[in-house]
T-cell receptor, first 117, second 116 residues
């Protein structure tokens, strides 16, 4: 079955450590996204990528980094510069990127819950 | 710029009762509108979407929503809820065909609590 996988489901990190969240999709989608979810704040866009080897900052990119070396993979690194990293992180994908279509249904992975100890 | 406001953070309702989750948006251009559902510790699943045409949109699991352009609203309704509908619901908006971007802006979410 096609879909999006995120791993791990739960992740614990000590302060000052970088950590990488995995996101893989086998939907053959061009675009991929990372969102952060905090209680009562909805979803906020961290980074997005419309095509391999290209990505753009979203609304809250500070303290995060990404790479897009393969179409199916879009890992997110939460760096020590991120002041409040404890959150639920969601990865999504869509057929086309933001600049190519005015409508994109985004498909979501199951999420990774990151807790900083 | 677009914005989305979900007017209720929590909506408690008894099983088999009707429910309405309210969503208002602001935009100076035409928009596309979406409702997503999130079950505990899971990702988001699309319930329904409005792109154009009929203002009454039917989705999965018996939900429907009505687009009201004059009131800039897109309220979600279900005539009879089940315990399994307990979840968080997100309204989202993207710019419509006048734009070349499909970025989604999400509301803050509404938690639907269905009681037996």
């Amino acid at each position: 079955d096609g879909g999006i996988t995120q791993s791990p489901k739960y992740l614990f990190r000590k302060e000052g450590q970088n950590v990488t969240l995995s996101c893989e999709q086998n939907l053959n989608h061009d675009a991929m996204y990372w969102y952060r979810q905090d209680p009562g704040q909805g979803l906020r866009l961290i980074y997005y990528s419309q095509i391999v080897n290209d990505f753009q900052k979203g609304d809250i990119a500070e303290g995060y980094s990404v790479s897009r070396e393969k179409k199916e993979s879009f890992p997110l690194t939460v760096t020590s510069a991120q002041k409040n990293p404890t959150a639920f992180y969601l990865c999504a994908s869509s057929i086309q990127g933001l600049a190519y279509s005015s409508y994109n249904e985004q498909f979501f992975g199951p999420g990774t819950r990151l807790t900083v100890l | 710029a677009q914005s989305v406001t979900q007017l209720d953070s929590q909506v408690p309702v008894f099983e088999e009762a009707p429910v309405e989750l309210r969503c208002n948006y602001s935009s100076s251009v035409s928009v596309y509108l979406f409702w997503y559902v999130q079950y505990p510790n899971q990702g988001l699943q699309l319930l329904l979407k409005y792109l154009s045409g009929s203002t009454l949109v039917k989705g999965i699991n018996g939900f429907e929503a009505e687009f009201n352009k004059s009131q800039t609203s897109f309220h979600l309704r279900k005539p009879s809820v089940h315990i399994s509908d307990t979840a968080e619901y997100f309204c989202a908006v993207s710019r419509g065909p006048s734009s070349n971007t499909g970025k989604l802006i999400f509301g803050q979410g509404t938690t639907l609590q269905v009681k037996p």
